[in-house]
């Protein structure tokens, strides 16, 4: 059997945290593990697992340490989750994760009605985070997720340049990439090509994933946008968890399956399998009976003679 | 005040021909026309009203005749319609239609199926036709909209050298414009790119519209794919009428108001008026009740801070 040749994009399964936590109910621990088990198999290979906040907060992902020590026993596999603060990154180290994501407002409305910090405290934070990460944990690698780059819905438009300041001001401080997120549904393809060649030019190779989502549509033709200029990371979520796209102000993120079936349609190896991809929504809907998991590839179904680029095992 | 600039690319509204053809009631010409008037008000300039096809095939479409009527008096319309063969184009053009568009299927297969003729004999079909304009009505723009262009539900895989080859006969025959349409939803971005290059390589400026689907999701994404090698015409639907895009087999059309937030959003100028296009659900909705009416946009509404490139009166 020849080696399969290795993926041209990274999807990270972003479900698990950014998913589960829009969605009122919790998923019980054990559901949970056997949906990382089925993302997982299908040759996922880096996913978001839960966000280390305050369960007071977020109880849907109190469990995120249990996961996170599941997580770490799936062969290959990034084990990655969110972190707000010093504190939460401190709680994710210790637990084990390979990589930590923190959400950095671009917008500075966003900013101070969120964390109630500014971005330059935010900065400072990061600064902190991987203070803490080079001390004790110099393997683990940050990135910071550049919230609301395209547009918010407390001030509206977001300055491109104050984008771009803020990527080389965590890349300053120490973040190993920074990604671009269309936290509000407003990024259309012209504006992603600009504002990813803009960051780029500014912070190279740091340049990190791009989290799209679908509220009006465009999701995967501003993904298609960002390929178009070089970036290789894609956030996604499994079913779009994470919000009724057809719901008003609902976050719809981009739909794994349909960003899976785009990639690999075109001939761009996704590493992912998609059969075993389509598999996994079933422990997401046992674990979640009655909650809207959307898709239009799965209803659709593969077309005839559709064969997927890469061989899997 | 200043004139408003032309616009960037033609929104040519389907919905009332493919739409209205795979709804299972009929809607009634009453409504169909305050439909119609509230298109023509959102300053749509290209509609396909209808299909001269027999009654007794699609009584849906039965009224077209009377509906082409109408449409003529709607000030700076283009009023397009279907027709299938010779008998249909001699009823469209005695109807008085500015633009009639002739489905060829691209698959041999789907051809045979579909019209029970070769596409041989589909492009001689096309000849006579135009023979007919010539003689008859020599200022009626003749379409050849080229379907199963990107995959074929029966046959699976369209070589791209016989849709290149096709598009060169129906020009060779005399069609003004040669389109694309993926019938079937299987286009994906690479392809659309690459087949829409080889066709204008051959047929040059006679390269008509995108016609895409969004059956896996793909529409907005191969529409930017179109829109980024020079197509400037694409077909869309009102409300994505024809066919819920979540039903397996659906034709699921790409959703008007969404092609055009996109646009819009992009900088690239749709001369269509979006909050009018928002409007222009409720007559849909009135004549069709309880019918599926699709569109991300509409849901979420326009982002806070939009501004419509164009200024509309």
Redesign the interface.
């Known amino acids: 059997m020849s080696p399969t040749p290795p993926p041209d994009v990274l999807i990270s399964e972003v479900g698990p945290r950014d998913g589960l936590q829009s969605v009122a109910r919790t998923m019980a621990t054990a559901d949970k593990i056997r949906w990382l088990d089925a993302l997982h198999a299908a040759s996922l290979r880096e996913i978001e697992v839960g966000s280390f906040v305050p369960a007071s907060l977020l109880p849907q992902l109190a469990d995120t340490a249990a996961l996170v020590r599941h997580a770490l026993t799936l062969p290959g596999l990034t084990v990655m989750a969110l972190v707000p603060n010093l504190r939460g990154a401190k709680a994710a180290i210790e637990a084990g994760v390979h990589k930590l994501t923190i959400p950095v407002s671009a917008s500075a409305a966003h900013s101070l009605a969120n964390v109630r910090k500014t971005r330059e405290d935010m900065v400072a934070e990061v600064r902190s985070i991987v203070a803490l990460r080079n001390d004790i944990a110099p393997n683990v690698k940050i990135e910071a997720g550049l919230s609301t780059a395209f547009?918010?819905?407390?001030q509206?438009?977001v300055p491109e340049d104050e984008v771009v300041w803020l990527a080389t001001q965590v890349v300053e401080a120490g973040v190993d990439e920074s990604g671009l997120s269309d936290t509000?549904?407003?990024a259309?393809?012209?504006?992603v090509r600009r504002l990813f060649n803009k960051v780029r030019a500014a912070i190279g190779d740091k340049t990190g994933a791009a989290h799209m989502h679908?509220?009006?549509?465009?999701g995967?033709?501003n993904?298609?946008?960002a390929y178009?200029v070089g970036v290789r990371t894609f956030d996604a979520s499994l079913g779009g968890l994470g919000g009724c796209?057809?719901?008003?102000?609902?976050s719809?993120n981009v739909?794994t399956e349909?960003l899976v079936?785009?990639f690999e349609?075109?001939?761009?190896r996704t590493g992912v399998d998609i059969a075993k991809l389509l598999a996994a929504r079933e422990p997401l809907k046992a674990g979640l009976p009655g909650e809207p998991v959307y898709?239009?590839?799965p209803?659709?179904?593969l077309?005839?003679?559709?064969a997927q680029g890469a061989a899997h095992d």
């Open positions: 547009g918010c819905t407390i509206g438009e509000t549904g407003m259309n393809p012209a504006q679908n509220t009006r549509g465009l995967l033709a993904c298609l946008a178009d796209p057809y719901a008003p102000g609902a719809g739909v349909d079936f785009m349609a075109m001939g761009v898709g239009m590839t209803e659709a179904g077309p005839k003679g559709f």
